[in-house]
């Protein structure tokens, strides 16, 4: 998932063809993903690829599909140095489509075309959960609750309200005490949700998000001064 990928033992060839024209005469080329990026490793020793569109040294594998003219020789050179980048947290199947076009320039019967497919199995790589808060400090007058807003986890492996795919939650607070807005399909096994100063619980996506979506602080009687509350994310 997201990682570079050599995709190995591509080559081409075509039957109708003498020394000469496998090292000289052009034919076009079409490499095409679906879920992800083609490039050439290295640029260097191409001079003979002729790309169809505005690929430059730094972006020659940003791209879906590349498009070029090259001659047997040179189009078997680049594809030593193939390679594939999944889009960001995709996992499952891609298909690499390769069309070759001679042309019409070799034998009798005019332009000949032919296409293959390989099949990428990309596997899941587990992603960090993430959680996000306010960028801004919260302000309150003393022994007066809070409501905390804009509070989310993320998981780009999860689905996200399917009870098999589940998150654990450790909450704390050392001056004062924390509220959950709704605690349905959380199992807790620190605190229960309501005026903790720690607690522990795991659910879905769905359900953590709603419980802390407008969640409350309630400080201890008196405090007043600077304080963070630690939230972690399993």
Do not use: C, W
């Amino acid at each position: 998932e997201h990682r570079l990928t050599h995709v190995d033992g591509v080559s081409i060839r075509d039957n109708d063809m003498h020394d000469y024209e496998y090292q000289n005469t052009l034919l076009n080329f079409s490499l095409i993903v679906n879920h992800g990026v083609l490039g050439l490793r290295s640029m260097e020793g191409l001079g003979g690829i002729i790309f169809l569109e505005n690929i430059h040294t730094n972006d020659y594998f940003k791209k879906e599909s590349l498009h070029f003219l090259a001659s047997l020789r040179d189009v078997n050179i680049a594809l030593q140095d193939l390679i594939y980048i999944g889009n960001k947290n995709f996992y499952g199947t891609d298909t690499l489509k390769i069309v070759v076009d001679d042309l019409g320039n070799f034998g009798y019967g005019g332009r000949k075309t032919d296409e293959s497919e390989i099949t990428l199995n990309v596997k899941n790589v587990n992603d960090h959960p993430q959680i996000s808060i306010p960028e801004y400090v919260l302000e309150m007058s003393e022994d007066t609750e809070m409501v905390l807003r804009d509070i989310f986890v993320t998981d780009t492996d999860l689905r996200y309200s399917d009870d098999n795919d589940v998150l654990r939650i450790e909450i704390s607070v050392d001056m004062g005490v924390y509220s959950l807005t709704r605690i349905e399909g959380l199992d807790f096994t620190v605190g229960n949700g309501t005026q903790d100063e720690k607690m522990t619980f795991t659910g879905n996506v769905e359900s953590i998000n709603r419980a802390i979506a407008e969640s409350v602080f309630k400080p201890s009687l008196n405090y007043n001064s600077l304080h963070a509350g630690t939230a972690k994310i399993t």
